[in-house]
């Protein structure tokens, strides 16, 4: 399913770059896995990294007015050790997944 999404518009997705007005998927990494955000409904769908290609291809095109990338934010609301620990590793793991589907990753400050 994602690989019908086309490639980034960089006419559309230059103009977006804080999260207010972000139109595509919005990720955030949190300690307990990687938050789905659904802005509309101001919801998030909290799920295991491994679950985001699943998650992300079941969304309508039409929720990839950009074409193929996402916002990712990261929750900086966590002071302990064993948190950031898991908050690098949610990280990481998101990263190479997205860089395996080919969907460009837009870095949002939190």
Same mark, same amino acid.
Do not use: C, F
């Given at each position: 399913?994602?690989e &019908?999404?086309?490639?980034? %518009?960089?006419?559309?997705?230059?103009?977006?770059? %804080?999260?207010?007005?972000?139109?595509?998927?919005?990720? +955030?990494?949190?300690? =307990? !896995?990687? !938050?789905l955000?659904d802005?509309?409904?101001?919801?998030i769908?909290?799920?295991?990294?491994?679950q +985001?290609? =699943? &998650?992300?291809?079941?969304?309508p095109?039409?929720?990839?007015?950009y074409g193929?990338?996402? &916002?990712?934010a990261?929750?900086s609301?966590n =002071?302990?050790? $064993? %948190?950031?620990a898991?908050?690098?590793?949610?990280?990481?793991?998101?990263? !190479?997944?997205? $860089?395996?589907?080919q969907?460009?990753?837009h870095?949002?400050?939190?």
């Open positions: 399913m994602l &019908a999404i086309p490639a980034v %518009d960089p006419s559309h997705y230059q103009l977006n770059r %804080d999260a207010k007005n972000w139109q595509n998927p919005y990720l +955030v990494v949190r300690p =307990d !896995g990687i !938050g955000v802005l509309k409904n101001s919801e769908l909290i799920l295991k990294p491994e +985001v290609p =699943d &998650a992300l291809a079941k969304l095109r039409s929720a990839w007015p193929r990338v996402v &916002a990712v990261e929750n609301k =002071d302990s050790e $064993q %948190d950031h898991l908050m690098r590793k949610n990280r990481a793991i998101l990263a !190479g997944t997205l $860089q395996s589907l969907i460009l990753i870095w949002i400050q939190s």
